[in-house]
Each structure stands twice: as C-alpha cells, then as structure tokens.
C-alpha cells in the first residue's frame, strides 16, 4: 500500500513548507509582546519577533534566517560575570542539541552594542513523539547591564 | 480522475429550504481513479447518500482519508452501507496520535453509548492507517498527507493521478493575526497540499466581518482562502466547508465578494455544492 518516493510535484514540493509545528509557533510569536527566537530541526534561527530585535539589535527583516553557529556567535554569551559560555550549553543550544528543556541566565551583546541580562527559556519541539521539528526560544530581559571591569572577567 | 461532493457544509448538517441549492450535508467528496479505485474524502453526513450509491455499484474496496476527525467529518460513518457488507474492504487513512490509535479514536463514536454499534461488531473488513509522512499510493494515484493548521490534528490530502492533482484543505485557518502575503510560502501552512493544484477544495467558512468573531477556531475567510489559493497558484478553486448559518443567496453573496478579491476568477472560482462534479481529466465541472 505504501509505495516509498514516488517523482511527482507533491515529491517536489515535499519539505519546501515549514512544518505546521512551526509555523503555529511563529504565530504566536507574531502576536505576543515576549521576545522569542525559534529554531528548525537544523538548527537555523528562521525567526525573531519583533521585542527580540530590541535584544538582537536588528529587525529580522534585515538579518533574515541564518544557521545557529553564527547567531549564537553574533550573542557572544556571557556568565555574569563576563566569562564566555558555550553556545551548546546555554538554553536555546541544550533545547536543539540534547532535545531537552532547560533555562539560564546569561548575559549578551546585540549588535547594538549594549550588553543585556536575559533569562532564556529554552525547549524542543516534536511534531509527533519523535518528530522533531526545532526548538523555540523564549527571552525575559533584565535590562541594560554594565560589562564588569575588565579586569573582573 | 473524476471528484463528485456529497456533503460540503461545515461543523453541522444544515437541511432546510434556505439551504437546497448547495446542500446541507457536510463534508464528504468521492473520487474516482481512472483505474476504477474509489477514494473517500471524509465520512460526514454526505458519505451516507454514497454508500447506497457504492453498494449499488458493487464496490468492494474502498478507501476513506479523513482530515481529521471532528463529528461533522465522521458523523456519517455508521451510516455507510459498505461497512455493513462483509464482502467489503473499507481502509481507513487519517491523522496520527501520540496518545491513542486511530481505531480507538474513531471507536471512541462508533460505540455505544454515543451509537448503536461498535467497532467490533462491523461485519466489514476495516484496517485503520496512520496517514504516512511521505507520498504513498492508493491504486493508480499518489497520495499526499500534510497536517495543516485547524484545531487538532488535521491533514490536507493532494490526489496525483495523469498529471492531474486535486488538493482538499477542508478546514484550515492558514492564519491567525498575520497577513498571508507577508510570508514566504514556506511560512503557509498547507502551501505543500495546494500548490499549482488544478482543483484545490478549500475551506471558506466566513465572511470577512465574521472572522474577526472566530478568530482561531480553525477557520478561514472568504480573503484567507482567496489568497492562499492564489499564492499557492491553484487553476480552480471550490469553496467549502460552508457556514451551516449561511443560505444559499448568502453563499452567493460570498461568491461575488470571492470573485471581486480574485479579478478575472469567474471560470476558476466557485462555490462546492452537493452534486457537483469535476472531471480532472478536461479541467471541467458538470452538474452544477
């Protein structure tokens, strides 16, 4: 009955759409006043909302989608100290890399300039029980913090 | 490939005088492959006028695709003359779970004290299916399953047979507080379903000044369906799903607001009745 790949326009246009796990996602992220990131099952940021630009310093519209090395870079993510933490350990890496929930606070620059304290809420999520199908990433912000001395780092 | 609606009306059966040209029964469209084969789209009431016409015919197998399984979408199941021939093969293909199987579910109405009959006492051959992630085929077609944003799981199923393709979307909200044309088609839940479709069946359930009171109950406007159809660049589109508020002079008012969205649609765009029905082969629709 089930008849493996077969060519046709449905095959071709197979995984060209998002999976609707993800566009619901976007939806509510659309329409809430959180900053929220979410990441495909790839690990590509394929959207920010419009209070995550004010963390991000750039409109999505301008930054577009782009793999997670290079906007966990982008974040360079600190303790409060000032060390750097790994993009695999903070919440949004935990989230897509061990497809588990998890929460931190850390400390980021935007490309603003302004260094942030933010919590991240961070978990996977599955189109079906084993379906992943990204993560999304939810950020409380503290506000504007001063980098410690730099010494202290 | 031929498609014939038996039940277009949404989330009730609406029978009435107000309702006689378009039909009160709700969602239920056959089809017929060029090798015979008959698909089911839906088990609304529809389905139970068309299991006197299969058993009339001597139909022996046939396979039904459920969009999801909300009662205006199932309710006509036990009521399908097939089921109660035990010469019969009735595959059942609809949304997956996590939590329960599809026989279960389905059982879940087919069992007292909400019906008469159980499963278990169905004297046809039914297999229950999860609908699989990637195209399958079902006699001469291929088959594809893709969930779409309504309330529950919910699929919208493309049939591919001779480079013809009908895509059904029966209930879709592809939308919620977001211009459509604002996304990139990967962003537009049921895109993969309906693009380039020749015939696409999609839900149309509201006016315009209606959404606004039914915004996230899996519905879309007369403006959603419109404009999914055109970014999904469809050749026709049918209008389903109708309001069972709605009478036949009101679907023929949301035709023409239809058709004003859509400058130059009026060969391409009309509203599904009960007994119309489109040849894929031609592109045409007869009996309307």
Redesign the interface.
């Known amino acids: 009955m089930r008849g493996g790949l077969l060519r046709s326009r449905a095959v071709e246009g197979a995984r060209q759409q998002k999976s609707v796990v993800l566009i619901l996602a976007r939806e509510l992220a659309a329409n809430v006043a959180t900053p929220i990131f979410l990441i495909d099952k790839d690990g590509t940021l394929v959207f920010y909302n419009e209070p995550a630009e004010a963390i991000v310093g750039q409109p999505f519209a301008q930054v577009g989608e782009m793999p997670v090395a290079d906007w966990g870079a982008s974040m360079q993510p600190e303790d409060e100290e000032g060390n750097r933490l790994s993009r695999r350990t903070i919440p949004p890496g935990v989230a897509f890399l061990e497809q588990r929930a998890a929460h931190q606070e850390i400390f980021i620059t935007g490309a603003d300039g302004v260094r942030r304290g933010i919590e991240i809420t961070a978990f996977p999520l599955f189109a079906k029980a084993d379906e992943f199908a990204g993560a999304i990433c939810i950020f409380w912000e503290h506000g504007a913090r001063e980098a410690p001395p730099q010494e202290a780092r | 490939m031929r498609a014939r609606i038996w039940g277009c009306r949404g989330s009730l059966a609406a029978p009435g005088p107000e309702t006689v040209r378009y039909g009160g029964n709700t969602s239920c469209v056959e089809v017929r492959l060029d090798d015979g084969t008959a698909i089911v789209l839906d088990a609304g009431t529809g389905i139970r006028p068309l299991g006197l016409q299969l058993d009339r015919e001597g139909v022996k197998v046939v396979h039904l695709l459920l969009s999801h399984l909300h009662m205006d979408h199932l309710q006509g199941l036990g009521f399908f003359r097939p089921i109660y021939d035990a010469g019969v093969e009735l595959?059942v293909w609809g949304p997956?779970s996590?939590v329960q199987s599809l026989q279960d579910r389905i059982g879940a109405y087919l069992s007292p004290p909400l019906f008469p009959v159980s499963l278990s006492e169905i004297p046809s051959k039914l297999f229950f299916?999860d609908a699989?992630?990637?195209?399958?085929?079902?006699g001469s077609a291929?088959v594809?399953a893709?969930?779409?944003?309504h309330q529950g799981p919910t699929l919208g199923y493309?049939i591919?047979e001779a480079g013809r393709?009908l895509a059904y979307i029966p209930d879709h909200e592809p939308?919620?507080?977001?211009d459509l044309r604002s996304l990139g088609?990967?962003?537009?839940?049921g895109?993969?379903v309906a693009?380039?479709a020749d015939v696409l069946i999609h839900d149309a359930q509201y006016s315009e000044e209606e959404y606004p009171e039914h915004v996230g109950w899996g519905h879309s406007s007369i403006e959603h369906v419109v404009t999914f159809a055109q970014l999904a660049k469809v050749k026709r589109l049918l209008l389903f799903h109708h309001d069972p508020h709605h009478s036949d002079a009101e679907l023929d008012a949301l035709c023409v607001r239809a058709r004003e969205l859509w400058p130059g649609s009026e060969e391409r765009l009309h509203v599904g009745a009960e007994g119309m029905e489109i040849d894929l082969s031609k592109l045409s629709l007869i009996d309307l």
Not at chain 2, 175 to 178: A, D, E, L, Q, T
Not at chain 2, 185 to 189: A, G, H, I, K, T
Request: net charge negative; hydrophobic share 35%; glycine share 4%.
């Open positions: 595959h997956p996590t299916h699989p992630d990637e195209p399958w085929t079902i291929t594809l893709v969930t779409v944003a493309r591919e393709s939308s919620i507080g977001v088609v990967d962003w537009l839940s895109h993969e693009r380039d």
